[in-house]
């Protein structure tokens, strides 16, 4: 057994980081009063104090219960709840439920190879700094740039969504006054900085959970034909829709359409890697968080989707909405209640889509802010949004993620769903380039770990299909691209786009290599060959008689329990 598994980095000392990693320390000041903390009084606003250092850290602040509901709940909105409708014509259930399977493996291994690194290297804005780490600086550039482009894009889309929900009550009230009270309630939360972040996505998430598990209820009853007199429930129907109806539309070309509304629907998963920074403990909640993710897939997208297919055929002229932006009669969850004659379910589930949509929103200014922050820090943005306030606020990162709020707005000119089709090209693909990057990054570090000199055992938290299921990740994520690519050149409706067409549903990869060479003309850096790769500087002193401790409960347990553990406990 090795120095390390016996215990010895209990005394190991951080090696001296360099600028780009290394953590400013805040000053030993006294505890600020609770309206400072807060953010609540203008004392907040003022810089916190570090001692020598050119980096800031924010704050751990979070709890390992919010990890978890962030893990199990967050970040599920409209792509899952109205965007599955879609995605249900375009490609038929079986499609869907097979191209969100498959996406749902990527995921799994995704966020696996994400905890890893960020048990070891707790970082503000983790996967971003992985990329300039274990790949190449300038890919890095552009994973950053990217990531804080796709949540700045998507902030204003879904306030738009929030305005039209909405609308589903009330009609005559104007959309503006609608985003402009959920933009409000989105500043007000970020007010409070990470714990309003962090709170609010616990309650948000709880709440999902629930009126999940409750629409699942309510499904398996239908299905079994339990459904109301007079309903199209009211006998049983099974696996009727699969046969009557088909279970794959417009054939090859439908399937491959589904993937891109089940990549949107996942966007955000990778939150809780960048939560992590800002937790308490990460050693401690981090892993336990990850595991939740399967119960996320299982119990949200398979289950959920699996009974709509069975529940409403993919030719049901109401999954198609004339709303440009969104229509939540055309939620297939909406659906499900209206044609068992649920009273009162479809403003249920429209509560659920709104919460869904409004904490979305919350996590677009989270997630872009966090990563503002890290490229700031690495001289890849303007120093000041490395700011960072007594309430530990990433206070001008902040700003400007919120500032593009208010293109919400354009949603009521006559050209609004044109600009929107283009504002979601930029950010329909732009979730599989961050889950590639954070792949690679996991194959890349332990490469050159095991150069080094290291061995699997230093690794405190590992992941569950270690370095093969990264690889796994890294070639769904390129099939992703690809039946996309194919799909922007063959519609599922048949026939071949123009260059419009093509770019509205492809404008990412573009924009990705635009950022890509402009960081190359930056940096001036390319490719890092393993034995450039530094896997010290940075890296977090764990407890290693605790972990040889659970490690060793673990080897004492039946082999059957000791997978459970592994990968859900």
């Given amino acids: 057994m090795s120095d390390i598994e016996k215990g010895s980095h209990d005394k190991e000392t951080r090696v001296d980081a360099a600028p780009a990693y290394e953590a400013g320390v805040a ?36 709890k390992s219960r919010h990890l978890h509901m962030i893990a199990i709940g967050g970040s599920i909105g409209a792509g899952f709840f109205v965007g599955s409708g879609k995605a249900l014509h375009n490609g038929g259930p079986a499609s869907l439920l097979i191209d969100f399977a498959i996406i749902g ?24 700094t992985y ?22 894009i998507v902030l204003p889309l879904e306030l738009t969504v929030c305005g039209f929900t909405v609308g589903y009550w009330n009609q005559e009230i104007n959309v503006a006054v609608w ?9 007000i939360i970020n007010v409070f900085g990470t714990l309003g972040y962090a709170e609010e996505e616990f309650w948000a998430s709880a709440f999902k959970l629930g009126a999940t598990i409750v629409f699942l209820i309510i499904c398996l009853v239908m299905v079994l034909g339990g459904g109301p007199k007079g309903s199209r429930y009211d006998e049983y129907s099974g696996a009727k829709l699969w046969y009557a109806s088909g279970a794959f539309a417009n054939g090859f070309r439908g399937f491959c359409s589904c993937f891109v509304t ?55 002229e109401n999954l198609l909405g004339a709303n440009p932006f969104i229509n ?41 802010s966090r990563t503002l922050v890290a490229l700031a820090q690495q001289g890849y943005a303007p120093k000041i949004f490395a700011y960072v306030d007594r309430s530990n606020r990433p206070l001008f990162s902040v700003l400007a993620i919120i500032a593009f709020g208010p293109i919400a707005y354009v949603s009521l000119a006559a050209a609004g769903p044109t600009v929107f089709d283009w504002l979601l090209s930029l950010s329909g693909l732009a979730a599989l380039f961050t889950w590639g990057s954070i792949c690679l990054s996991h194959i890349r570090f332990r490469k050159a770990w095991a150069l080094k000199g290291h061995s699997v055992d230093e690794i405190p938290f590992q992941a569950a299909g270690g370095v093969w299921g990264s ?35 492809y404008l990412a990869l573009p924009v990705v290599i635009v950022f890509w060479i402009g960081g190359f003309i930056w940096k001036g850096t390319s490719w890092l060959r393993a034995d450039q790769i530094d896997v010290d500087t940075g890296r977090r002193v ?20 000791r997978w459970f553990h592994k990968l859900f406990v």
């Fill in 27 to 62: 000053e030993d000041l006294p505890q600020e009063d609770f309206m400072t903390r807060n953010g609540l009084n203008l004392a907040s606003f003022k810089p916190r104090r570090y001692h020598t250092g050119d980096s800031t850290e924010i704050e751990r602040t979070m």
């Fill in 105 to 128: 493996v990527m995921m799994f291994n995704v966020v696996y190879a994400l905890g890893e690194l960020a048990v070891m290297f707790p970082v503000t804005g983790g996967f971003y």
């Fill in 131 to 152: 990329s300039t780490r274990f790949i190449d600086p300038s890919w890095g550039f552009a994973m950053g740039w990217n990531y804080v482009f796709q949540w700045a």
């Fill in 179 to 187: 985003i402009t009270i959920f933009l409000v309630a989105i500043i």
């Fill in 262 to 316: 089940a990549a949107f629907a996942f966007s955000g998963t990778e939150l809780v890697g960048l939560a992590a920074a800002e937790a308490k403990n990460p050693v401690k909640s981090l892993p336990g968080a990850i595991k939740q993710v399967f119960w996320r897939i299982t119990l949200f997208y398979i289950l959920g989707l699996f009974f709509v297919g069975l529940l409403i055929p993919y030719d049901d």
């Fill in 328 to 368: 939540v009669n055309a939620s297939p969850f909406v659906l499900v209640g209206k044609y068992a004659n649920l009273t009162g379910f479809d403003s249920f589930m429209n509560v659920v889509i709104l919460v869904s949509v409004l904490s979305l929103g919350v996590s677009c200014v989270y997630g872009g």
């Fill in 471 to 505: 690889w796994l990740g890294l070639v769904l994520v390129v099939l992703v691209l690809i039946a996309q690519f194919y799909v922007a050149i063959c519609p599922p409706g048949g026939g071949f786009n123009d260059a419009k067409g093509f770019f509205v549903q």
């Fill in 542 to 561: 764990h407890d290693w008689d605790s972990i040889n401790a659970y490690r060793a409960e673990l080897a004492a347990m039946p082999a059957w329990r």
